[in-house]
Protein backbone atom coordinates (compact mmCIF):
# COMPACT_ATOMS: atom_id res chain seq x y z
CA UNK A 1 0.00 0.00 0.00
CA UNK A 2 1.14 3.16 -1.01
CA UNK A 3 0.29 6.51 1.31
CA UNK A 4 1.07 9.31 -0.65
CA UNK A 5 1.66 12.73 1.37
CA UNK A 6 -1.23 14.30 -0.84
CA UNK A 7 -2.21 17.54 -2.04
CA UNK A 8 -2.33 20.37 0.92
CA UNK A 9 -2.55 24.22 0.77
CA UNK A 10 0.10 26.32 2.79
CA UNK A 11 -2.16 27.10 5.77
CA UNK A 12 -2.80 23.06 6.01
CA UNK A 13 0.91 22.35 5.27
CA UNK A 14 1.83 24.98 8.08
CA UNK A 15 -0.64 23.23 10.24
CA UNK A 16 0.64 20.10 10.03
CA UNK A 17 4.15 20.97 10.44
CA UNK A 18 3.15 22.91 13.65
CA UNK A 19 1.61 19.79 15.00
CA UNK A 20 4.61 17.64 14.23
CA UNK A 21 6.60 19.98 16.01
CA UNK A 22 4.19 20.02 19.05
CA UNK A 23 4.36 16.42 19.41
CA UNK A 24 7.31 14.66 18.69
CA UNK A 25 6.20 11.23 18.71
CA UNK A 26 3.40 11.36 16.32
CA UNK A 27 4.79 9.98 13.68
CA UNK A 28 5.93 6.51 15.87
CA UNK A 29 3.00 5.83 18.01
CA UNK A 30 0.87 5.91 14.53
CA UNK A 31 3.63 3.57 12.96
CA UNK A 32 3.46 1.52 16.05
CA UNK A 33 -0.46 1.43 16.45
CA UNK A 34 -0.03 0.43 12.38
CA UNK A 35 2.53 -2.41 13.65
CA UNK A 36 0.36 -3.76 15.91
CA UNK A 37 -2.60 -4.19 13.68
CA UNK A 38 -0.31 -5.65 10.84
CA UNK A 39 3.00 -7.80 12.28
CA UNK A 40 5.89 -7.36 9.69
CA UNK A 41 4.70 -4.38 8.15
CA UNK A 42 7.29 -2.27 6.56
CA UNK A 43 7.22 1.39 6.51
CA UNK A 44 8.90 3.53 3.84
CA UNK A 45 9.28 7.68 4.23
CA UNK A 46 10.48 9.71 1.91
CA UNK A 47 11.41 13.16 3.69
CA UNK A 48 12.68 16.11 2.14
CA UNK A 49 16.21 16.59 1.74
CA UNK A 50 17.79 18.75 4.82
CA UNK A 51 16.88 19.01 8.22
CA UNK A 52 13.17 19.57 8.90
CA UNK A 53 10.33 18.58 10.97
CA UNK A 54 9.89 15.82 9.26
CA UNK A 55 13.10 14.31 9.41
CA UNK A 56 12.97 14.88 13.17
CA UNK A 57 9.87 12.71 13.54
CA UNK A 58 11.71 9.47 11.16
CA UNK A 59 14.73 10.00 13.16
CA UNK A 60 12.75 9.05 16.01
CA UNK A 61 11.41 6.23 15.34
CA UNK A 62 13.24 4.93 11.96
CA UNK A 63 14.83 1.37 12.17
CA UNK A 64 16.70 2.22 8.82
CA UNK A 65 17.48 5.26 6.62
CA UNK A 66 18.29 5.38 3.30
CA UNK A 67 20.38 8.12 2.01
CA UNK A 68 19.83 8.36 -1.77
CA UNK A 69 22.86 9.96 -3.72
CA UNK A 70 23.67 10.74 -7.34
CA UNK A 71 26.38 9.21 -8.84
CA UNK A 72 27.99 12.66 -9.22
CA UNK A 73 30.50 14.37 -7.00
CA UNK A 74 28.06 17.12 -5.97
CA UNK A 75 26.64 14.61 -4.09
CA UNK A 76 29.98 13.25 -2.43
CA UNK A 77 30.81 16.89 -1.52
CA UNK A 78 27.14 17.35 0.22
CA UNK A 79 27.01 13.60 2.44
CA UNK A 80 28.99 15.07 5.36
CA UNK A 81 26.38 17.95 5.76
CA UNK A 82 23.62 15.08 6.18
CA UNK A 83 25.64 12.73 7.74
CA UNK A 84 26.36 15.52 10.79
CA UNK A 85 22.58 16.10 10.72
CA UNK A 86 21.95 12.14 11.55
CA UNK A 87 25.20 11.81 13.74
CA UNK A 88 22.83 12.79 16.92
CA UNK A 89 20.35 10.38 16.23
CA UNK A 90 22.03 7.64 15.49
CA UNK A 91 23.68 7.81 18.62
CA UNK A 92 20.60 8.03 20.45
CA UNK A 93 19.62 4.97 18.54
CA UNK A 94 22.27 2.36 18.22
CA UNK A 95 20.31 0.44 16.26
CA UNK A 96 19.21 1.96 13.49
CA UNK A 97 20.91 0.87 10.42
CA UNK A 98 21.77 4.10 8.21
CA UNK A 99 22.45 2.77 3.73
CA UNK A 100 23.55 4.64 1.16
CA UNK A 101 21.72 4.03 -2.12
CA UNK A 102 22.81 5.65 -5.58
CA UNK A 103 19.79 6.36 -7.58
CA UNK A 104 19.92 7.61 -11.54
CA UNK A 105 23.09 5.69 -12.11
CA UNK A 106 24.15 5.68 -16.08
CA UNK A 107 25.92 2.46 -16.63
CA UNK A 108 29.18 3.28 -18.43
CA UNK A 109 29.91 6.75 -17.35
CA UNK A 110 33.57 6.82 -16.44
CA UNK A 111 32.76 9.58 -13.80
CA UNK A 112 30.07 7.83 -12.41
CA UNK A 113 31.86 4.36 -12.00
CA UNK A 114 35.05 6.69 -10.78
CA UNK A 115 32.18 8.33 -7.76
CA UNK A 116 30.76 4.87 -6.87
CA UNK A 117 34.49 3.78 -6.82
CA UNK A 118 35.20 6.67 -3.80
CA UNK A 119 32.01 5.62 -2.36
CA UNK A 120 32.41 1.91 -2.06
CA UNK A 121 35.79 3.19 -0.05
CA UNK A 122 34.11 5.48 2.27
CA UNK A 123 30.85 3.65 2.98
CA UNK A 124 31.89 0.16 2.63
CA UNK A 125 29.11 -2.26 3.19
CA UNK A 126 26.74 0.88 3.98
CA UNK A 127 26.71 1.36 0.27
CA UNK A 128 24.09 -0.70 -1.04
CA UNK A 129 24.75 -3.48 -3.73
CA UNK A 130 21.75 -1.92 -5.74
CA UNK A 131 21.83 0.84 -7.84
CA UNK A 132 18.56 2.64 -9.38
CA UNK A 133 19.31 2.98 -13.23
CA UNK A 134 18.12 6.17 -14.95
CA UNK A 135 14.88 5.53 -16.62
CA UNK A 136 12.42 8.08 -18.34
CA UNK A 137 9.81 6.06 -16.88
CA UNK A 138 10.52 6.99 -13.33
CA UNK A 139 9.67 10.37 -14.41
CA UNK A 140 6.80 9.53 -15.94
CA UNK A 141 4.90 7.35 -14.16
CA UNK A 142 5.33 10.00 -11.36
CA UNK A 143 3.85 12.44 -13.79
CA UNK A 144 0.65 10.34 -13.88
CA UNK A 145 0.97 9.74 -10.01
CA UNK A 146 1.67 5.72 -10.70
CA UNK A 147 4.23 3.49 -9.00
CA UNK A 148 6.79 2.79 -11.86
CA UNK A 149 5.71 -0.80 -11.72
CA UNK A 150 2.00 -0.16 -13.19
CA UNK A 151 3.31 2.56 -15.59
CA UNK A 152 6.07 0.34 -17.17
CA UNK A 153 6.32 -3.42 -16.00
CA UNK A 154 9.40 -3.85 -17.65
CA UNK A 155 11.18 -0.64 -16.99
CA UNK A 156 14.79 -1.15 -15.98
CA UNK A 157 14.62 1.42 -12.41
CA UNK A 158 11.54 -0.58 -11.91
CA UNK A 159 13.24 -4.09 -11.37
CA UNK A 160 15.38 -2.39 -9.45
CA UNK A 161 13.33 -0.36 -7.10
CA UNK A 162 11.79 -4.29 -6.58
CA UNK A 163 15.40 -5.59 -6.14
CA UNK A 164 15.54 -2.99 -3.38
CA UNK A 165 12.46 -3.46 -1.77
CA UNK A 166 13.67 -7.30 -1.75
CA UNK A 167 16.93 -6.43 0.15
CA UNK A 168 15.73 -3.76 2.67
CA UNK A 169 12.87 -6.05 3.72
Same mark, same amino acid.
Given at each position: ?16 ? $? ?63 ? #? ?29 ? #? ?25 ? $? ?16 ? $? ?10
Amino acid at each position: RLFAYGQATEPEREAFE $ALLAREPAWLGSRIARLRQQHPGLQVVIDTPPGHSVYLAQVLACADQLVMVMLPDMASLATVGEM #ESLLQPALKQRPGMVNHYLINQLEPGQPLAL #EVIRVMQERFGPRLLPVRIRRDESVAE $ALALHQPVSRYDPKSLAG $ADLQQLAGLLA
